[in-house]
């Protein structure tokens, strides 16, 4: 299992240092919030592009995924969709990163027509994302939490470059099984983002094992070479205790869960 985390749990923190909390935990890559309030937003330019990349060179660090805010079911023209996630895609290309993450955003509408504007968009931008190198991931998220929410649009495109987040606090708020959300997106995953949070009422972030999420049935089943990536809300949850005492903590918490079985 290879372990990474998100720039959600530092909102602001300078490349530099996110690259050394990750190398100094013993982090194989980092998940970027792409945000124009955080240091990697797509107004950067060349060289501040080849700067980014540098860094997590240097550190021998990967960037895992750009987690984007594209909405692919959102209503609307496709048109600045479209353009918003082809920037998206430049981006992780200049930057290195294999991954773009994108959301649902389908919530009020009828399920059927979020399902096809989703897989219409998603279809359009594939082969632009395959001529990169970048697979686009949609997350379980929002008006499709459930695996099969998310498994139905992705297995509708049915293109290589267009795959899935696993997101199990999501899967989890839908009364989806572990094991159920696997068996429908293990064809199309691309990731898992794990967390832990006190309830369905608190979703104030926790260090990892500290609350209820089902943590080792999530893990149960990957594949030993599988990316994990800890998604810690501080951006949403200020009062929160800080991510990077908690990163080594982390790490052995989720390499015991993920440890074969015996």
Known sequence: MKL???TLGVPGTPVSEVVRLAAGNG???VELRVHPEEPVHLGLSPAERAEVAG???A????ILALAGYVRVAAEGDDE???AELAELVALARDLGAPYVRVF???DGQDPAAADATAARRLGA???AAADLGVRILLETHDSHRAGADVARIVGTVGHPRIGAIWDVLHTWLAGEEPAASHAVLAPHLGYVQVKDVASADDLTPLALGAGVLPLAECLDGLDQDAWVCWEYEKRWHPGAAGLPELLGAGREHLLRLGAPKQ
């Open 4 to 6: 990474a985390f998100s």
């Open 27 to 29: 982090y194989q890559g």
């Open 55 to 57: 860094l997590f060179a």
């Open 59 to 62: 550190g021998g660090v990967r």
């Open 80 to 82: 600045p969709v479209l």
């Open 104 to 106: 649902p955003g389908g």
């Open 125 to 127: 931008a594939a082969p």
